[in-house]
């Protein structure tokens, strides 16, 4: 593990940001059942952990997309918009923000802020992916209004769906994330954040997600 990934993790776990629970699996919106959860939005309630991560982020794209590669930093609605700030201002950029609609008045606006001209590149951002498809509405937004879409950003990427690289390419997006579900495993189990059989299960789960979730469907909350 990075130095970065690793203290991105742990910040994640100290924040309560990340929870692991195989006795009472959490019921994720979808009625499936899942040993882990994540909030990445909580962190914004840190100010002290999101600078670190911020700067993390900060570092980690300047060195693998270039500050001359990105002229605007846009959030995706609602939850990558504070990020999106955070990076706006540390690297001294133009925030935009998007829209997973139009909105139904005045200007009918899709995309917030200020565009000029087409050919400008954009970062997106967001707080976490896990397959990548909600990204497409945002993407496709923004090169409709004329912008050069290469680049995302989130604090978090589930790393172990498939579909997740699939949907990347397809769009023409390369993915830059602080931290995956395994970097999050490896801290919880190197630093004793939970007991073996939680930590096993967890291992299992984000091996076959979609196995785990059938097997132990009857464990959820009634």
């Known amino acids: 593990m990075s130095v970065m990934s690793e203290t991105t993790a742990k910040i994640l776990l100290d924040t309560k940001s990340v929870l692991f629970n195989a006795r009472e699996p ?14 990445i939005r909580r962190l914004i309630s840190f100010p002290a952990e999101r600078t670190t991560l911020m700067n993390f982020a900060a570092e980690m794209l300047q060195k693998e997309v270039g500050l001359e590669n990105m002229d605007y ?67 496709n937004a923004m090169r409709d209004a004329g912008m050069v879409v290469k680049h995302a950003f989130v604090v978090f990427h589930y790393g172990i769906l498939a579909a ?44 076959s997600p979609d196995s785990w979730a059938e097997k132990n469907a009857h464990r959820a909350k009634a």
């Open 73 to 139: 930093v846009a959030g995706g609605e609602t939850a990558g918009i504070p990020y999106a700030a955070f990076l706006a201002e540390k690297m001294n950029k133009p925030m935009l923000y998007v829209r997973k609609k139009p909105k139904g008045f005045g200007r009918m606006a899709q995309i917030e802020g200020c565009v000029e001209g087409d050919g400008r590149t954009a970062l997106l951002v967001e707080d976490l992916q896990t397959d990548g498809g909600s990204k497409k509405v945002f993407v």
């Open 164 to 207: 997740s690289e699939e949907n990347n390419k397809a769009m023409g997006v390369t993915l830059h994330a602080l931290a995956t579900w395994w970097d999050v495993l490896a801290v919880a189990r190197n630093q004793n954040y939970f007991d073996a059989e939680t930590l096993a299960e967890v291992e299992e789960f984000l091996g």
């Open 26 to 39: 959490f019921v994720l919106t979808s009625g499936r059942v899942s040993p882990v959860y994540v909030d």
